[in-house]
């Protein structure tokens, strides 16, 4: 049973920071690109950060360079997303996503807010 389990959400203040976390089971994790994906009230998903395989090759969204930084540990199957200097605009529901097998987890919330 594949399963994508995201962890980390909640509140934080404007400038604080939260390290999301995504265990991946069921699949070759390592085998797989991984991604985050974030949805905010009202908008469309957006794409966040992507991670190749070995972590070579990341990329980021305008909106969270410098801020945010995703890696991934394959021996844990797990990848993360740590985000810095969190703004209230980056409130919303955060998702990990396989692309390959288009797999996703069930989503945290992160708000932002003082």
């Known amino acids: 049973q594949v399963q994508l389990v995201e962890s980390g959400g909640g509140l934080a203040q404007p400038g604080g920071s939260l390290r999301l976390s995504c265990g991946g089971s069921?699949?070759?994790?390592?085998?797989?690109?991984m991604r985050w994906y974030r949805q905010a009230p009202g908008k469309e998903r957006e794409l966040v950060a992507s991670?190749?395989?070995?972590?070579?090759?990341?990329i980021y969204a305008d909106s969270v360079k410098g801020r945010f930084t995703i890696s991934r540990d394959n021996a844990k199957n797990t990848m993360y997303l740590q985000m810095n200097n969190l703004k209230p605009e980056d409130t919303a529901v955060y998702y990990c996503?396989?692309?390959?097998?288009?797999?996703w987890g069930q989503g945290t919330q992160v708000t932002v807010s003082s």
């Open positions: 996503n396989a692309p390959q097998k288009n797999y």
């Open positions: 069921g699949f070759p994790f390592s085998l797989n690109v």
């Open positions: 991670i190749s395989t070995l972590g070579g090759r990341i």
